[in-house]
């Protein structure tokens, strides 16, 4: 019997983790990058993944104001991410792990998917409670 699959998501974060590389370093890490990638979708263990442009836009508060972003630091900018579908949080780290960038200053952020949110949730279980009642 197959161990049901688990969502979650790795975040990758720096955006300037090849800065002070040679191009022979920069071209190394992303063709050992592309291999891991190529790898875990080949396994059936990432459903896919995508870098995000450094530019972008933010809406906040209640006027739905926008402005450039998302810029909290660069280093903390979220450069791309993986939805892995795996059998747990260790498989995931496990994964995590391996990425080609960890050495340069990246970080991976894993964060499972939930299928809905807290608040979500919380209405649900207050609808079947009343159903209940």
Known sequence: ??????????????????????????????????AWFDRLVAQGRCAGGQSLAAEGRVVSGSGRSVSDGPFAEAK????????????????????????????????????????????SQRVLDERLAAQAA
């Open 76 to 119: 903390e900018a979220v450069a791309g991410y993986f939805l892995l579908q795996v059998a747990d949080i260790e498989e995931a780290l496990g994964i995590a792990k391996e990425c080609p960038a960890l050495a340069y200053g990246m970080t991976v952020e894993v964060r499972p998917l939930l299928v809905r949110c807290d608040a």
């Open 1 to 34: 019997m197959e161990t049901p699959k688990s969502d979650y998501l790795l975040l990758f974060r720096g955006t300037d983790w090849h800065r002070d590389l040679s191009p022979e370093e920069i071209q190394k890490t992303m063709t050992d990058w592309m």
